[in-house]
């Protein structure tokens, strides 16, 4: 995993700070927005997520089939790419600890992902109301997956139920 979110080539301009504890509710207003670290999608990553997943598309398994489909690398599915950027919320801290429960997401591929791609992610809160108890949020937020050029290769909108207050 590559940890560097400090710039460099292909650094996203303007990006926001990275949390370092999860978020309750009340600290998470629309608008908020934060950054993650970067991770490197490895031909390990592909492989194994492809054969445990049933993913066997010579697309992802087949370098000379994608270069015939006209890709100039392994790509890597969807899925996989919005397992990565949530593996990059979690793993950032964001919900450490307040997070309550995964409701439910769109999500939109913008561009291609490679095998050697290094991806990132910009997420901003775009939607947070109380749920009936009182005791818990529901927050929405628009998560944006960018490659080491700064491209957008995906965008992608979960919503969680989140605790109001920290337990300890």
């Given at each position: 995993?590559n940890?560097?979110?400090?710039?460099?080539s292909?650094?996203?301009?303007g990006?926001?700070p990275?949390?370092h504890?999860g978020?309750?509710?009340?600290?998470?207003?629309?608008?908020?927005?934060?950054?993650t670290?970067r991770?490197?999608?490895?031909?390990?990553d592909l492989v194994?997520?492809a054969?445990?997943?049933?993913f066997?598309?010579?697309?992802?398994?087949?370098?000379t089939?994608?270069?015939?489909?006209?890709?100039?690398?392994?790509?890597?599915?969807?899925?996989?790419?919005m397992s990565?950027?949530?593996?990059?919320?979690?793993s950032?801290?964001?919900i450490?600890?307040t997070g309550?429960?995964?409701?439910?997401?769109t999500?939109?591929?913008?561009?291609?992902?490679?095998?050697?791609?290094t991806?990132q992610?910009?997420?901003?809160?775009?939607?947070?109301?109380?749920?009936?108890?009182?005791?818990?949020?529901?927050?929405?937020?628009?998560?944006?997956?960018?490659?080491q050029?700064?491209?957008?290769?995906?965008?992608?909108?979960?919503t969680r139920?989140?605790?109001c207050?920290?337990a300890?």
């Amino acid at each position: 995993m590559n940890d560097d979110s400090s710039g460099g080539s292909g650094s996203i301009p303007g990006l926001p700070p990275r949390p370092h504890r999860g978020w309750t509710f009340d600290e998470q207003p629309v608008g908020k927005r934060w950054s993650t670290s970067r991770r490197t999608i490895t031909e390990t990553d592909l492989v194994v997520y492809a054969t445990q997943f049933g993913f066997a598309e010579g697309l992802f398994l087949d370098a000379t089939a994608a270069e015939r489909a006209g890709y100039e690398g392994r790509l890597v599915p969807g899925s996989l790419v919005m397992s990565l950027a949530e593996g990059l919320i979690i793993s950032g801290g964001a919900i450490a600890g307040t997070g309550v429960a995964y409701l439910g997401a769109t999500v939109e591929v913008k561009g291609p992902t490679f095998v050697g791609d290094t991806l990132q992610v910009v997420a901003e809160v775009t939607a947070a109301r109380l749920t009936s108890r009182g005791d818990r949020g529901i927050v929405t937020t628009r998560n944006e997956v960018f490659n080491q050029h700064a491209s957008l290769v995906m965008v992608y909108s979960p919503t969680r139920m989140v605790l109001c207050r920290h337990a300890d």
